[in-house]
């Protein structure tokens, strides 16, 4: 019974979640948040923002970050963005495959650009079973502070920003962000009170015959 109350406890955390992301997702965009700004910002009322920041990016400080998406295997393209006001974000710019992560097949835009995308908080330490490591420039989760650290890039906002969808026929491809989350709670809570009713209904029968006998 315990387990099924918080399996309820979990679908209504998590059906609150949904819809504070939907309505994100459904809401203007905004300017990226400036470094006064970071100590507030957090996974849950934050993520999945819809922010637009403008900046040159900075050159040969990219790092590719392994990936698997509906393209297959390959890797994330992040890249990082100077601000005009002086701070730095990082931008992953979309995905390339495995087979064609070349620096030819992924120029990096010069000049001043207006990137618009998805805020996503950093992700520190690694994958599952999986730690970055940044004295080989092997990356498996997007965390910005080691990025900037291991391209001496100064600081970086504690953030980065998925850009939106570009044209498919060009690297690397913006856009991919999943923004789709598991909800069996409900599923989990019946089978919980199910077993709770099975396990009850045993007993009552086993006790009744222990206690004719």
Do not use: C
């Amino acid at each position: 019974m315990g387990l099924g109350i918080w399996q309820v406890q979990r679908l209504g955390w998590k059906t609150g979640l949904i819809a504070r992301v939907e309505e994100r997702l459904a809401a203007p965009v905004v300017e990226a948040p400036a470094p006064p700004g970071w100590p507030d910002l957090n996974t849950r009322e934050d993520e999945y923002s819809r922010v637009t920041v403008t900046g040159a990016y900075l050159p040969e400080s990219e790092a590719l970050v392994k990936a698997v998406t509906e393209y297959g295997a390959g890797f994330w393209v992040m890249s990082p963005l100077r601000t005009l006001e002086g701070w730095t974000v990082w931008i992953n710019r979309g995905f390339v495959p495995q087979e064609r992560s070349a620096e030819p097949n992924r120029p990096l835009p010069v000049g001043q650009q207006q990137v618009t995308g998805l805020l996503r908080m950093s992700q520190p330490g690694g994958a599952f079973l999986r730690s970055n490591n940044p004295a080989a420039d092997r990356w498996f989760s997007r965390d910005t502070g080691a990025l900037a650290l291991s391209r001496d890039i100064g600081e970086a906002a504690p953030y980065f920003i998925d850009a939106a969808r570009n044209d498919e026929s060009e690297l690397p491809i913006g856009g991919l962000t999943v923004v789709r989350f598991r909800n069996p709670h409900l599923g989990y809570a019946l089978t919980w009170f199910a077993l709770a009713a099975g396990l009850a209904i045993a007993s009552f029968i086993l006790l009744r015959r222990e206690w004719r006998r």
